[in-house]
């Protein structure tokens, strides 16, 4: 019997904003990768995400162990982009406290009117 070896591409899909995901997934590659540095196992994640496969998730541990530096890099770039959104919506936004209070003020008067 003969084996034959052969390299399959990294199982990842970067789609038009430039996130990776992981095989057919809609899981972005820093989830899975966050949860392995987490010391969560491959069987675990694929529990927590029911789109993923195990042989995708494994593969894409893998990927990371063999390409650190780079997917370091890219980890990195993922969470400069998430604190750049976040603070543009902190920017745009009016203060959430006061729009609470609103909230809170109108609750308890109709919680009155019962």
Do not use: C, W
Not at 2 to 10: G, Y
Not at 62 to 69: E, F, G, R, S, V
Not at 87 to 100: A, F, G, K
Request: a negative charge; proline letters at 2%; glycine letters at 2%.
């Amino acid at each position: 019997m003969n084996l034959i070896l052969k390299s399959d591409k990294p199982p990842r899909e970067e789609d038009n904003t430039g996130a990776i995901r992981v095989g057919n997934s809609r899981v972005l590659l820093e989830i899975v990768i966050r949860a392995f540095q987490d010391d969560a196992s491959a069987e675990s994640i694929v529990d927590s995400y029911s789109t993923l496969t195990l042989s995708d998730t494994y593969g894409a541990i893998a990927y990371y162990l063999k390409n650190k530096d780079s997917v370091e890099e890219y980890l990195n770039q993922r969470e400069e982009l998430a604190e750049s959104v976040k603070q543009r919506i902190n920017l745009t936004q009016s203060d959430m406290s006061l729009i609470r209070s609103r909230l809170l003020s109108q609750q308890i008067k109709d919680e009155n009117l019962y």
